[in-house]
C-alpha cells in the first residue's frame, strides 16, 4: 500500500531557559525531545507510538501537523515535504491532517455549542453552504453515537458526558474528512466503560471513513487493540518497529521486553515474574551515552555505551535498536 | 453477626450525602464490606461511583459538605465516626494511613524529606528523642530502597515514582495496621507502576498490613487484591475473592467491566462495550442503578433495589437475576 505519512530523521530539540548567561552561550542546555525518527505509515494503517511519559511520543505527533517546528528532518504528507510548506498550504493541509488530544474537556471552547465546535472546522476551510454544514455535522454526530444529534447540537460541554465530550472531540477532527488522525492519548482520562466504547468507535470510523491513524498511547494493552504496527520510543528515539504480533509475541529490544512485562494483566492466574529495569526513565536534558537504555538494561555490555545502536531490520518487517542478538 | 476476631474493619451499612443547591448527592449508599486482618481489598469502580468519598470516610476524612448519613465504621470494634477529634488525629496514621493518587499534592514543597518523616513522627510522638527518630526514618529508606543522600532533598528533586515510595514510606513510619492507597499508581509509568506494586506487596508482609487498594484499574487489583469489591453509583455490586471475581463474575456490571478492558495476554477482535452511562446521584432512579445499562435487565429491577446477597461461600452480589433463580 501507498505510504501516506513519513519522517526521516526527524529532531525536535527545545532549548531551555537557564541563565541569561547561558542564552548567549553555545553551552545553552537543550531537551532533546525527538531524536532522529524516521518512521512511514502506509495509507488505511495504524500506527502505535507508545512509550512512557517523556519519550518523545506526543511532539512526535505534534511535528507530523507541524503544530510545532522541527529543529531538522522531514515530514512527508503524500510524497510532498510538509517541513517546506508555506502557511497557505499548512492550511490546505490541515484539512486532511487533524489531530486529538488527550483531555477532551480543555480541547473544547466552554462557549462554543456542540454544533458550533464540530461546524468550525468548516467554517475556517470555507466547506460548503451554512445549510449543508448543518446537514454535514449532524450525520456526522449520528456517525460518532453523539444521538440524537439535534438534541445534543445545542448542548454546551458542561452538558457532556466525558464520553460525549471525547465524541465531539473526534467529529470535530473528522468533520473535513481528513485522511490522516494523529490521536494522542485519547483515552487515556476516559473511564474503563468509555475507553472501550471510544476504542471500538475509532476501530468503526477507522473502516467507514477510510482513514489511517498515528495512535499514542502508553498503554500497550490498548495499542495491542487498535494498531497493525508499532513503534516504541525511549527517550526521544524509535527503539524499536514491529508489526501488532511480532511486538507482542517476539519483541527484540530489552526495553520493549521491560515495558511488555510491566503491564498489569486483569487476570490473577496470570501473575508473571517481572524482570522490571532498574530506576527510571533518565532525563533528556542530559540523555546517556550511546543506548539511552543501557544503564537500565538487564543485558548492557560496554559496546552500548559507545555509541547509538542504529534501527536495523532483525527479522522481516521488525526493527531494533539494540546491537545484541 | 458476631465480630470474628480477624475482622480489622467493618463497615455497616454506610450511607455518606453531599447537600447542593439542586439536592442531596447521594455518594455512598448502604455499604457494608470487612476487612480481614492482613487481607488486601481492592474496591473498584468508575469515577464518580463513591470509592474516593468512601475510603476517605474511613478516615473520617471526607469533605464538606459530605456528610455521614447512616451507618458505622468499626476499627477493631470501635466506630471512628464517633471519635473525638483528638482520638481521630491519633488514630490516622498509627491505626490507619492513607497514600494519594498525587504525591506532588501531598508533599510540602518547602520541606525537604526528611522533615517530613520527622515532623510525622514528632507529631504523634512528641516525646521520641530525635537519634531513634532519625534512625526509625533511616531504616524506613533501607526497607524503601532509597539513598540515604535523597533525605536532604526536596519533593521537586524526586522523580514521581520516588516520590510516591516518600508517601508510603510517611504512611508506614508509625506502624499503622491498615493502609487505604487511592489511586496509588495513576500518576506513574508503567514500569514504574510495577515496580510500586512490587514494592507494596513486600511491604505488606514485612508490615503485616492490610490494605484497601482503591482503583479503576483491574490489572492492578487483580495483582494486588484477595477480595474485590465492585462498587457502582455509590453501590455495592459485587464482593468475591479475586479469582472469583474475574473466573465467574456474577454482576452483569463486573461482567462488562472485566470484559471491555483491553487485556495484552489475550488477542481480543472486539471489545465488549456498555452503553451508556452512570445515573445522576441526585435523582436516583428507583430500583438498581444499574439497570438503565444493564443488558440483562428483568422488570423488577427497575423497581426495587437488589441487596448485597451472598450467593457462595466469599461471593455476594446485588443482582435480581441471582435472587429470582433461588426462588
Not at chain 1, 198 to 220: A, S
Not at chain 1, 248 to 259: E, N, Q, V
Not at chain 2, 77 to 104: C, V
Not at chain 2, 270 to 293: H, I, K, Q, W
Amino acid at each position: 500500500m501507498a505510504t501516506l505519512v513519513s519522517t526521516t530523521d526527524l529532531v525536535k530539540e527545545f532549548p531551555l531557559h537557564g541563565s541569561l548567561f547561558d542564552v548567549f552561550s553555545a553551552r545553552r542546555k537543550r531537551v532533546h525531545a525527538v531524536d532522529r525518527v524516521s518512521f512511514s505509515i502506509a495509507e488505511g494503517e495504524v500506527l502505535g507510538l507508545a512509550g512512557e511519559s517523556g519519550s518523545g511520543k506526543s511532539t512526535t505527533g505534534r511535528l507530523l501537523l507541524r503544530l510545532i517546528e522541527p529543529t531538522s528532518g522531514a515530514v512527508e504528507y503524500r510524497g510532498r515535504n510538509v517541513t517546506s510548506f508555506s502557511a497557505r498550504e499548512l492550511e490546505r493541509l490541515r484539512e486532511k491532517v487533524q489531530i486529538v488530544f488527550q483531555d477532551p474537556n480543555s480541547s473544547l471552547s466552554p462557549r462554543m455549542s456542540v454544533g458550533q465546535a464540530i461546524t468550525h472546522p468548516l467554517q475556517i476551510h470555507g466547506i460548503g453552504t451554512t445549510v449543508e454544514r448543518k446537514e454535514r455535522v449532524l450525520d456526522l454526530m449520528e456517525k460518532v453515537g453523539l444521538s440524537p444529534a439535534e438534541f445534543l447540537y445545542r448542548k454546551y460541554p458542561h452538558q457532556l458526558s466525558g464520553g460525549q465530550s471525547q465524541r465531539v472531540v473526534l467529529a470535530r477532527a473528522l468533520v473535513t474528512q481528513p485522511d490522516f488522525l494523529v490521536a494522542d492519548e485519547p483515552i487515556a482520562m476516559a473511564d474503563v466503560s468509555v475507553r472501550a466504547l471510544i476504542l471500538q468507535l475509532m476501530r468503526q470510523l477507522k473502516r467507514d471513513m477510510g482513514l489511517t491513524y498515528l495512535f499514542i498511547t502508553h498503554d500497550l494493552a490498548t495499542a495491542k487493540y487498535l494498531c497493525d504496527r508499532i513503534a516504541v520510543m525511549y527517550l526521544g528515539r524509535i527503539v524499536e518497529l514491529a508489526s501488532r504480533d511480532t511486538l507482542f509475541s517476539r519483541p527484540h529490544h530489552p526495553y520493549t521486553k521491560a515495558l511488555l512485562a510491566a503491564v498489569p494483566v486483569p487476570d490473577p492466574k496470570a501473575r508473571r515474574d517481572k524482570n522490571l529495569p532498574k530506576g527510571e526513565i533518565p532525563s533528556a536534558i542530559n540523555p546517556p551515552s550511546g543506548c539511552h537504555f543501557h544503564p537500565r538494561c538487564p543485558y548492557a555490555v560496554a559496546r552500548c555505551r559507545e555509541a547509538r545502536p542504529p534501527l536495523r531490520e532483525i527479522a522481516p518487517g521488525q526493527f531494533s535498536a539494540c546491537i545484541l542478538d | 453477626m458476631p465480630q470474628l476476631e480477624k475482622t480489622i474493619l467493618e463497615v455497616q451499612d454506610l450511607s455518606i450525602a453531599y447537600p447542593i443547591t439542586i439536592g442531596v448527592v447521594r455518594a455512598v449508599e448502604g455499604v457494608s464490606f470487612t476487612l480481614d486482618d492482613g487481607e488486601a481489598l481492592g474496591l473498584v469502580g468508575e469515577s464518580g461511583c463513591g470509592k474516593s468519598t468512601l475510603g476517605l470516610s474511613i478516615l473520617k476524612l471526607h469533605r464538606p459538605p459530605g456528610r455521614v448519613t447512616g451507618g458505622k465504621i468499626l476499627y477493631r470494634g470501635t466506630d471512628i465516626l464517633s471519635m473525638s477529634d483528638r482520638a481521630l488525629l491519633k488514630m490516622r496514621g498509627q491505626n490507619i494511613s492513607m497514600i494519594f493518587q498525587n504525591p506532588l499534592t501531598s508533599l510540602n514543597p518547602l520541606f525537604t524529606v526528611e522533615k517530613h518523616f520527622l515532623e510525622t513522627i514528632h507529631f504523634h510522638d512528641a516525646s521520641m528523642p530525635r537519634e531513634r527518630a532519625r534512625a526509625a526514618v533511616g531504616k524506613m529508606l533501607e526497607t524503601l530502597g532509597i539513598e540515604k543522600k535523597r533525605l536532604k532533598e526536596y519533593p521537586h528533586q524526586l522523580s514521581g515514582g520516588m516520590r510516591q515510595r516518600i508517601m508510603i514510606g510517611l504512611a508506614l513510619i508509625m506502624n499503622p495496621d491498615i493502609i487505604i492507597a487511592d489511586e496509588p499508581t495513576t500518576s506513574l509509568d508503567v514500569i514504574v507502576e510495577a515496580g510500586f506494586t512490587d514494592l507494596l506487596m513486600s511491604l505488606r508482609s514485612i508490615y503485616k498490613l492490610s490494605i484497601i487498594l482503591i482503583t479503576h484499574n483491574l490489572g492492578l487489583v487483580a495483582e494486588i487484591a484477595d477480595r474485590i469489591a465492585v462498587m457502582y453509583a455509590g453501590r455495592l455490586m459485587e464482593v468475591a475473592t479475586t479469582e472469583e471475581i474475574f473466573a465467574h463474575p456474577l454482576h452483569p456490571y463486573t461482567q462488562g467491566l472485566i470484559a471491555c478492558v483491553p487485556n495484552i495476554l489475550v488477542d481480543q477482535k472486539e471489545l465488549v462495550t456498555m452503553p451508556g452511562s452512570p445515573p445522576d446521584l441526585v435523582d436516583r432512579p428507583a430500583g438498581c442503578p444499574f439497570a438503565p445499562r444493564c443488558p440483562q435487565v428483568i422488570p423488577i429491577c427497575r423497581q426495587k433495589t437488589p441487596a448485597l446477597i451472598q450467593h457462595a461461600p466469599s461471593h455476594s452480589a446485588a443482582c435480581w437475576l441471582y435472587r429470582q433463580k433461588e426462588g
